[in-house]
Each structure stands twice: as structure tokens, then as C-alpha cells.
């Protein structure tokens, strides 16, 4: 497709990705690295080409009657506002935004983004790999979170009076947010079919059956290295039986540990060191030191418990839950 000369000669080498008709002869052009805003000759200006790079950190967007306007900021270099007519925004913002999450590292080569909604202050980036979700007032900063496909057990819609839940399962966890009803077809459309392209399974049905079959091999897989070690009491069972069994073994056994424990008290009498207490002693302080672990464990898979439920209390408020 041919472009107009001033549009050409700012692209260079580049490629256009994606073209948006702007209205009139106005157009926007996305490369891998900027968007370029092209402006036709007017009554009362000239043809002008406006270039806005991908590196931006933050991105935001303003909404009119008649017009809107979206703004990158780019930290220390200030903040570049681009302004379309109302009606091509969402047009216009998924390139855009497409081209910043590559420039950011998020999405990687190849990937591509499918859809992109915005739900007052909800934004979810569907891609070909990840479901990239940022709540805020901006439509993306470096505050958001990602979910890659990968990690997906089970995908899941509550339908409620005003919005649908979507639930997503990763590896055993799972995480909710809400869309609005009216949207909720177009979310569950975009969301199904990139997770199922991505799993290669023709349905959720199928993708839940998978990953039921994969968690059966891992569980056949550590099978076959056994239950883990025995107790130490089963050692210990087995040694009094032989011991009651040989007499003789066990006296000459017995023989030996009074001798070994002879020499150890010697060596920490030459040593200059006190000997350590009573068995019984060593014992019940490893016991004790046992049963603080255990305490000690519980304890913090409560508190990352709770950390989660806090997490997702506070993402529910944000949403207005």
C-alpha cells in the first residue's frame, strides 16, 4: 500500500504494522518502534507527520464528545498527547498499545495481541500468549500484572445481575476480575480462543481433561521413586528385632558403643571441653527444635495466606466489588 511521501520518508527502513483510517486523509501508522500521526493539507494547514515513540511508560487517554486524546508520558523526556477523533479511539489504542507492551519487553517477538478492552479503570490485553491485566486510572503502566497461558489449568465464567467474573485457574490458584455483562461475550470469545489456540484443545472441556492427564503422570512419575524415606522409627523397630533375635550380636554391639562412647568422652575431656548432656537431653531438645519448625512453617503459609486474601480484597475494591 502506498503512502503519502512525507509518511514515507519519516518511516525510512521501517514497516508499517497497522494503518487507522483517522477520517478524511488523515491516517495513523504503527511501526515496530513509533506511531506516526499523519495529517492532511488543509484550508488552514499544511501536511504534517507527528511522531510518537513506543517507549513510553505510561499511557493514558482522555475522552470527548467529539474528541480524545491519548498521552504517553516518557518519564524524564516529558509527555507527548496525540489527538483523534472520539469515534476511532479504540482503533486507534490497541496498535498503540501493542507497540508500547513490545518496546517494553512484555510481549515477545512474535507474539501478537488479539484484543484489548477497557472497563473504567480495567485493562485487559489479550495476546496470543498472556493475558496482561492493569487496574488504575491509566490505561498501562509499569504497574500491571500478566498471566501467561502456560501456567492455565482452567478457565471459568460467573455470569452475575451487572458483571461476569471471569476466574482464571494457575497451577492450582486462581484469579478473578469482573467485566461488565454487555462485554462479557466479546471478553470470553477473545480470552477462550487464544488459551485454547495456545493449548492446542478445541475446548475448555478438552484443556481441563489435559491438564488432568499431565497431573496423572507427575503423580505416576514420583511413584516411581518411592513414598520419600522411612521413618526413623522403622529403622529402629528393625534393629531391636535383630538384636532381640542375636543375643550375642547385640552384646557385642554393645561392647562396642561403650567403647566408642569412652573414646568420644576422652577426646572432650583432652579438648578442654564440657560433654554434651544426656541422650535422653539431645533427644527431647531436637524434639522441641522439630516441633518450633513445624510451628514456625505453619505460621508463614498462614500469613502468605492472608497476604493473598488482602491482595485480592484490595483488587476487588479497586473494581469497585
Known amino acids: 500500500m502506498s503512502h503519502p511521501d512525507i509518511v514515507q520518508s519519516a518511516l525510512g527502513d521501517e514497516s508499517v504494522a497497522a494503518q487507522v483510517d483517522l477520517g478524511g486523509e488523515d491516517a495513523l501508522f504503527v511501526t515496530p518502534t513509533r506511531t506516526l500521526v499523519y495529517r492532511a493539507e488543509g484550508l488552514l494547514s499544511d501536511e504534517t507527520v507527528e511522531e510518537y515513540g513506543h517507549d513510553a511508560e505510561r499511557i493514558d487517554v482522555s475522552e470527548g464528545r467529539r474528541k480524545a486524546k491519548v498521552s504517553l508520558d516518557y518519564g524524564l523526556d516529558g509527555e507527548k498527547t496525540m489527538s483523534l477523533p472520539a469515534g476511532k479511539l479504540e482503533d486507534a489504542l490497541h496498535p498503540v498499545l501493542a507497540g508500547v507492551l513490545s518496546s517494553a519487553g512484555i510481549t ?160 572432650f575431656d583432652d579438648s578442654g571441653f564440657e560433654s554434651a548432656a544426656s541422650v535422653d537431653d539431645e533427644a527431647a531438645v531436637r524434639e522441641e527444635l522439630t516441633a518450633l519448625r513445624e510451628a514456625v512453617e505453619e505460621q508463614s503459609r498462614r500469613i502468605e495466606r492472608q497476604e493473598e486474601l488482602i491482595e485480592q480484597l484490595i483488587a476487588e475494591l479497586r473494581q469497585g466489588r
Do not use: C, M
Open 108 to 267: 515477545a517477538p512474535g507474539e501478537t495481541v488479539k484484543r484489548t478492552f477497557r472497563f473504567s479503570e480495567l485493562t485487559l490485553v489479550v495476546t496470543s500468549e498472556r493475558l496482561v491485566k492493569h487496574i488504575g486510572t491509566a490505561v498501562w503502566d509499569e504497574d500491571f500484572e500478566e498471566f501467561h497461558y502456560d501456567d492455565v489449568t482452567d478457565l471459568t465464567f460467573e455470569e452475575g445481575n451487572v458483571a461476569t467474573s471471569v476466574v482464571l485457574t494457575l497451577d492450582g490458584r486462581q484469579e478473578r476480575f469482573k467485566t461488565p455483562n454487555d462485554s462479557a461475550r466479546a471478553v470470553r470469545e477473545a480470552l477462550e480462543s487464544a488459551v485454547l489456540a495456545y493449548h492446542d484443545a478445541v475446548s475448555v472441556e478438552e484443556l481441563r481433561a489435559e491438564q488432568a492427564d499431565e497431573d496423572d503422570e507427575a503423580d505416576e512419575d514420583a511413584s516411581v521413586f518411592g513414598s520419600g524415606p522411612e521413618p526413623l522409627g522403622a529403622n529402629g523397630d528393625d534393629a531391636t528385632e535383630q538384636a532381640a533375635a542375636s543375643p550375642g550380636a547385640a552384646e557385642t554391639n554393645g561392647q562396642e558403643t561403650a567403647a566408642e562412647s569412652a573414646a568420644t568422652a576422652s577426646a
